[in-house]
């Protein structure tokens, strides 16, 4: 991996706002109405633990994939987080046990395999990578997809201008806030998402927002 400057977690949230707000008049309202958002980008995290419990709860209801994560961390030599040498060292049978299905205990045993090759970074590392580099990197698990790395870099590494083009809640989004007919593809969203650089991340966050808004209106009136 070649050496970069090292890379700060998070950005300034006040510039990106106003940034988008003049760069967005559709979305500038919707930014009013549901306020400045605050995130913590500074919180340490380790990557292979990260992406342990993203392959976890894949294609999981929220509280089977905590309670199956729950007891898998409960297996681990190191408290409180998955790492490649409890991976290794935990039999198929106790994953399976634990409710880890076969597919799973794959990626995980990849994830564990291509930590210790290295290709998966550490977390001094990731601050040195570019966004591109570091989701080349970790695509390279079996089990993680582009969508999981962006979520890492958007909201652990707090990287500014991160657009991602294939949610489904951030497209409803940009679907309301611009009145579209239909729900933009993924290169469509990309094209409009231009004007947001550098602070595309943001976007993404208030696009989010904008769904939740939307739909808590609709049940308040159905109540009505």
Known sequence: MPAHAVITRGFDLEAARVHLARCDRRLAPWMRRIGPLAFDFRK???????LARSILHQQLAGKAAA??????????????????????????????TAGVSRNKIAALRDLAAKA????????RQLARMSDTAIIEHLTQ?????????????????????????????????????????????????????????????????????VVEATRAAARAGAGA
Do not use: C, K, N, S
């Open 141 to 209: 698990v079996r089990g993680i997809g582009r969508w999981t790395v962006e979520m890492m870099l958007m909201f652990r590494l707090g990287r500014p201008d991160v657009l991602p083009v294939d949610d489904l809640g951030v497209r409803m989004g940009a679907q309301i806030v611009h009145g579209l007919e239909e729900l933009p593809a993924p290169r469509a969203l990309a094209a409009l998402g231009e004007r947001w650089a550098p602070y595309r991340t943001l976007a993404g966050f208030y696009l989010w927002r």
């Open 44 to 50: 340490p995290f380790d990557p292979v633990d990260a």
């Open 116 to 123: 210790d090759a290295g290709i998966v970074p550490t977390p």
């Open 67 to 96: 309670t199956i994560t729950a007891r898998v961390v409960a297996l681990m030599p190191r408290r409180g987080r998955i790492d490649p040498d409890g991976i290794i060292r935990l039999t198929d049978e106790a994953l399976r």
